[in-house]
């Protein structure tokens, strides 16, 4: 639907970056995670834009429990404690008029397991981070469909005009982080990572 296109063969570079690899590794993934996302409907309704956050709250506090477990034994090298965006889900389903209670009770994955290296973290953080990237086009959409506002829409809105600057800042400290060597164990928990959110969107 949008410019993130399986690549063909011929168009991966030779001795690819980081990212170019986990782009090519999961963009067939990206695809399918964007097929279940009702969000750019024009017909999208407040109701179904509360519970598609409600699933994303459920995916997102496991994560990064898992991600704040991995900065307290491993340290904070890849500035994972300023990425947190579980307050931001939080904040817009309250300024949708969820209670705090229900929030706490709503359903949260089970299935997301200690991360237990670098190259593993940095997989998942590609693809929390670059949901930040797609997130601009979903603001957007959002802003037209839905009677929301930047106030009420702190997730979808993500860093801002900082996006850019954020995910250029992961790049770049994740490439010096993995060596070449571990690329595949990124390239298999970015796939993970996709996969478990796909799951979770399809089932809940
Ligand atoms: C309707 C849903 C979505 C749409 C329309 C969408 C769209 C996009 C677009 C247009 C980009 C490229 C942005 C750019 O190059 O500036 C992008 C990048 C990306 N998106 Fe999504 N996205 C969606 C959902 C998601 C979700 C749910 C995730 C993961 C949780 C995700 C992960 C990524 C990643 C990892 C990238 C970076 C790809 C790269 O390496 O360049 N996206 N998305």
């Known amino acids: 639907m949008h410019e993130l296109q399986t690549l063909s063969p011929s168009s991966i570079p030779a001795n690819p970056s980081l990212f170019e690899f986990l782009k090519s ?18 017909d999208l309704t407040l109701a179904e834009y509360r519970s598609h956050l409600i699933k994303m709250l459920g995916f997102y506090t496991p994560l990064e429990a898992r991600l704040s477990q991995y900065v307290q034994e491993f340290g ?11 307050q931001w889900i939080h904040a817009d389903l309250i300024a949708l008029g969820e209670s705090t209670i229900d929030l706490a009770e709503s359903p949260k994955n089970a ?29 957007r959409s ?9 106030t009420r ?9 900082e996006t850019l600057t954020m995910w250029q800042s992961l790049r770049s400290q994740a490439q010096n982080a993995v ?9 298999a928990s970015a796939r993970e990572t996709f996969r478990l959110l796909l799951e979770w969107l399809r089932a809940s």
């Open 179 to 187: 060596k070449d060597s571990e690329y595949s164990e990124s390239g």
């Open 76 to 86: 904070d090298g890849l500035s994972i404690a300023r990425r947190f965006k579980t």
């Open 111 to 139: 299935g997301i397991s200690k991360i237990s290296s670098l190259p593993k973290c940095v997989g998942i953080l590609y693809v929390i981070e670059g949901a930040t990237l797609g997130a601009q086009v979903i603001r």
């Open 25 to 42: 590794e999961t963009a067939d993934l990206h695809l399918s995670i964007e097929s279940v996302m009702p969000l750019l409907r024009a």
């Open 153 to 161: 829409m702190h997730f979808y809105n993500g860093y801002g005009s």
């Open 142 to 150: 959002l802003l037209n469909n839905l009677n929301l506002d930047d």
